[in-house]
């Protein structure tokens, strides 16, 4: 299964994000990766949707403080670092979103005792800064070769905020299902594109 | 087209499964499910036309497969779990089942596997035991005594610091790994302490592996241009001496470029270099 059943859509209400208003169903905007781009990392990769752009590098599995080691699985840890300023709430919270994902795809059972890193660093923000984040991590964690049992990726959806829709829950709830429906007509182009991506890395050998 | 076709498909279907098959030398992605080829029993010695009559009628059998790296099982099917080509290997001995299945993958990060040689560097000396950085999530553990002519007076000269290149008997998930410098015969067979001098670099794991293969060009050619000493550890480090440091640091950047060089590129290395 290539979609990660608890994690195909990542659904904030966003009004305003400040990126530009599309119908359901529409195109992404226009995204690229580039992958191994770091030397010292066991994997790297740097995921561009639009202007938002996300350098992500994973280490692991690696030497685990014995305070921090698990005795059956791996110890997975996400540090995400803004593009400006010292990590505030705003980023341990979506770290604790990043690593939930990471967990239910990583299969830290193959490798106990020890500690799977990955590093986010925020290079540009135009919106849907997550699924960018998201779409950076798994990335990078494919690139160093450490096992997963599916992929995952991030889309973000808004809400428009009409005043009269937002007073009515089931209307709400439909604009939801919507939103869902449309979140994960688009992660299939998202799927493809990794796909597309690792085959240009392993045709040249 | 019809690539982008079945890709479609597969997703809108909910991941349907592919044949194994059908898919070598492929790349494939972590989440894919691999249907294995299945056989029927082989015919029974009555005659064409003529098959023994099975209890289970419903179930056929399945010949027993090789789950190699980057697969595993997953009810009656293999779960791809690392990115890579899909390889495939006919059993040697005619009638051993269904082979062996495994994805090439490139890595970094070195993973200890019983059996494998590599190159350690020695970090600690604690009592009896040698600790040896081998690049793992672990230090592996090495005895004094696992030295050819190792005797309890007679103590081998491992200092902190030394390059040892021996194999693993010991590596699993669960246990610290353990490696030796000796053969099951008793015999060194080319382990124990890196000599003096060289150079000892790093590698992905992949280009070691295309090194070690049977009939690898590139150490054919490496070997014409200078004389030299090369040990190669399935741990991503291999450790190169020259006569000269000049040629040992060419020797070394060469190794380090092949990967991401075809071989008409290398070739043209090769002759101007020969040249000069």
Not at chain 1, 10 to 33: D, M, N, Q, V, Y
Request: hydrophobic content about 40%.
């Amino acid at each position: 299964m290539e979609e990660e059943r608890h994690a195909d859509a990542k659904i904030r209400a966003e009004t305003g994000t400040g990126s530009s208003p599309r119908g359901p169903g529409c195109s992404l905007r226009h995204f690229a990766c580039e992958q191994n781009l770091l030397s010292r990392p066991d994997g790297s990769a740097s995921f561009l949707q639009g202007d938002t752009s996300v350098l992500a590098g994973v280490y692991g599995p690696a030497e685990v403080k014995v305070s921090k080691e698990i005795f059956n699985k791996a110890t997975l840890e996400v540090i995400l670092r803004p593009k400006i300023g010292l990590p505030g709430v705003a980023e341990k919270s979506r770290e604790r979103l990043i690593r939930n994902t990471c967990e239910a795809a990583v299969l830290g059972t193959l490798h106990p005792r020890t500690s799977i890193t990955v590093v986010l660093q925020v290079v540009s923000d135009a919106g849907s800064l997550l699924a960018c984040c998201l779409n950076a991590a798994c990335i990078a964690l494919v690139d160093a070769g450490v096992p997963m049992r599916a992929l995952f990726c991030g889309v973000t959806c808004a809400l428009d905020s009409d005043g009269s829709l937002v007073l009515d829950p089931t209307s709400k709830q439909e604009k939801l299902q919507q939103c869902l429906a449309a979140a994960q007509a688009a992660s299939q182009h998202i799927f493809r594109f990794y796909r597309e991506s690792l085959q240009r890395r392993y045709s040249k050998s | 087209m019809a690539e982008a076709v079945s890709v479609a498909a597969e997703s809108f279907a909910g991941g349907r499964a592919r044949g194994a098959r059908s898919v070598l030398g492929q790349v494939v992605l972590p989440g894919e499910e691999l249907l294995l080829p299945e056989q029927e029993d082989a015919e029974g010695p009555g005659g064409a036309g003529e098959r023994p009559l099975s209890l289970n009628a419903g179930a056929r059998s399945r010949v027993r497969v090789i789950c190699g790296p980057g697969l595993r099982r997953c009810g009656d099917r293999l779960l791809v779990t690392k990115c890579g080509r899909l390889r495939h290997k006919e059993p040697g001995g005619g009638g051993g089942g269904g082979g062996v299945y495994w994805v090439d993958s490139q890595q970094k990060r070195y993973v200890p596997v019983k059996g494998d040689h590599v190159i350690g560097i020695v970090t600690a000396k604690s009592g009896d035991i040698f600790k040896v950085d081998v690049g793992g999530s672990e230090p592996a553990s090495l005895s004094y005594l696992s030295f050819e002519g190792a005797t309890k007076r007679n103590r081998p000269n491992v200092q902190v610091g030394d390059l040892i290149y021996g194999q693993f008997v010991v590596a699993n998930k669960d246990m610290e790994p353990e490696m030796v410098c000796i053969d099951s015969c008793g015999r060194a067979n080319g382990m124990g302490v890196i000599g003096q001098d060289g150079l000892l670099f790093k590698v992905t794991l992949g280009l070691i592996r295309k090194l070690l293969a049977p009939d690898c060009e590139i150490i054919q050619e490496v070997g014409k241009l200078y004389p030299l000493e090369i040990v190669f550890g399935m741990n991503g480090r291999i450790w190169v001496k020259a006569k000269t440091i000049q040629q040992t640091l060419i020797l070394a950047n060469i190794l380090e470029a092949c990967e991401h060089m075809t071989s008409d590129q290398r070739k043209q290395i090769f002759s101007r270099l020969a040249e000069s």
